[in-house]
């Protein structure tokens, strides 16, 4: 059972673009939704993240959405930047023990 | 910034040999976990660790792996007997009193190879 689904597996954008990945979760048990970006090589690194309780968190360039009647959130990227090349994995967890990833989104920001 | 380390970075293992990875979480952290990650696919939950004690395994944690943590330093996760498919980079992580914001601290994995 896949508890977390992520969309889509690669995703191409241009310099300044915005970057759009999305997630869905099945257990409205879960209490915590993190984002997290892994460069090749390296573990992943936590990005932003977000409680049920709000719709909606911002961090720089990188903005949460999330809904919790539909049991989606997602990630934004705004003005995205080379730099911001990875792969991005979305995550939910309730009580803070386990984490269940997403499959997770290569993203590749063209020059 | 605190960071979590794992040593080694890349270990290369016989089929049926024992392997310990080991991980030095960071100092005030109390939850310590090991993830594994197949090459291409998602991060996939094995075990966390609280006071000295598993609590809470995945399927994938079967007999054949074990996890310690032998002093108030390292926190070790073994392999009995390795498998061709045991083949993963495997990571360290530990959080603080498991309710913050900040999410876990990775390692940068130790990439595990069974030929």
């Known amino acids: 059972q896949q508890q977390v689904k992520q969309s889509p597996q690669s995703l191409i954008v241009q310099k300044g673009g915005i970057s759009i990945i999305n997630c869905a979760y099945e257990n409205t048990a879960f209490d915590y939704f993190p984002w997290y970006q892994q460069f090749p090589g390296k573990g992943p690194a936590l990005l932003i993240a977000i409680r049920p309780d709000v719709s909606e968190k911002k961090e720089g360039r990188f903005t949460i959405s999330f809904n919790k009647s539909a049991k989606q959130f997602s990630l934004h990227i705004m003005d995205s930047q080379p730099g911001d090349s990875a792969t991005y994995f979305c995550a939910a967890s309730y009580n803070f023990n386990k984490f269940y990833f997403g499959s997770g989104t290569k993203l590749n920001v063209k020059p | 910034e605190p960071e979590v380390t794992q040593t080694p970075s890349h270990q290369v293992t016989q089929m049926g040999q024992e392997v310990i990875l080991r991980c030095v979480p960071i100092?005030?952290?109390?939850?310590f976990y090991w993830y594994r990650q197949i090459l291409g696919q998602k991060v996939e939950f094995l075990v966390s660790?609280?006071?000295?004690?598993?609590?809470?395994k995945s399927e994938i944690f079967d007999d054949q792996f074990s996890v310690e943590r032998p002093d108030g330093s390292n926190f070790t996760l073994k392999i009995r007997s390795t498998k061709l498919e045991d083949s993963a980079m495997y990571f360290c992580?530990?959080?603080?009193?498991?309710?913050?914001?900040?999410?876990?601290?990775f390692g940068s994995g130790t990439r595990l190879t069974v030929v």
């Open positions: 660790f609280y006071n000295n004690e598993i609590s809470e």
């Open positions: 100092s005030n952290h109390l939850y």
């Open positions: 992580a530990s959080s603080d009193t498991g309710m913050s914001n900040y999410g876990y601290t």
